[in-house]
Antibody
């Protein structure tokens, strides 16, 4: 299984932009066999897919978040990232990065990082 | 969007017995070209990340005990856990990965002993 590690701020203010990165120790972001994605889980709630992309493909996003989120690949640092702008309290969640051999199928997950949106 | 609905929301099963969780999708997840169902099951133990148990509705991932099995096709799917063990306490989610966006998860089923 591919190991993944999220990193980013634990606390962000409303209306600001969240930036998270997912590093891939022991793996390669340029491996075209894999797709990469972000999923979040609000406190005590279920799982919500945010967006995904493969190395050679265009990103796809959840329609409810499109326009606020960007998923991108940083080949030089062997990682991929998530940006969410115009944050509100509703964006408070544990954010997971995940990967798999098929777009949308998440075979390996990071440990998750809690992001709280609060002033 | 394809809506995934699980039942029940929670259940309690005795150790050694069988647990059965159902998942229904609002559209068929069966590909007419590959004849495969684009349906996955995940296990999320308390305080942990989700773990993929089953893909393609019936294919158990490497290392997943044979006590876990998936069945179903089209819009109706089932996850069965036989000989329930204490470590099976978790929330279980179904998810489709067909015709995104968006990929959607069921609301989860909490399994207790």
């Amino acid at each position: 299984q591919v190991q993944l590690q999220e990193s980013g701020p634990g606390l962000v203010k409303p209306s600001e932009t969240l930036s998270l990165t997912c590093s891939i120790p022991g793996g390669s972001i340029t491996n075209s066999d894999y797709s990469w994605g972000w999923i979040r889980q609000s406190p005590g709630k279920g799982l919500e897919w945010i967006g995904s992309l493969s190395y050679a493909g265009s990103p796809i996003y959840h329609p409810s978040l499109k326009g606020r989120v960007t998923v991108s690949i940083d080949s030089s640092n062997n990682q991929f990232s998530l940006q969410v702008n115009s944050l509100t309290a509703a964006d408070t969640a544990v954010y997971y990065c995940a990967t798999g051999l098929r777009l949308g199928l998440f075979e390996s997950w990071g440990q998750g990082t809690l992001v709280t949106v609060s002033s | 969007d394809i809506v995934m609905t699980q039942s029940p929301d929670s259940l309690a099963v005795f150790l050694g017995e069988r647990a059965t969780i159902h998942c229904r999708s609002s559209q068929s997840l069966l590909s007419t070209s590959t004849y495969r169902n684009h349906l996955a099951w995940y296990q999320q133990r308390p305080g942990q990340s989700p773990k993929l148990l089953i893909s393609w509705a019936t294919t158990r991932e490497s290392g997943v005990p044979a006590r876990f099995s998936g069945s179903g096709t089209g819009t109706d799917f089932t996850l069965s856990i036989s000989n329930l063990q204490a470590e099976d306490v978790a929330v279980y989610y179904c998810q489709h990965y067909y015709h995104a966006p968006p990929y959607t998860f069921g609301q989860g089923t909490r399994l207790e002993i």
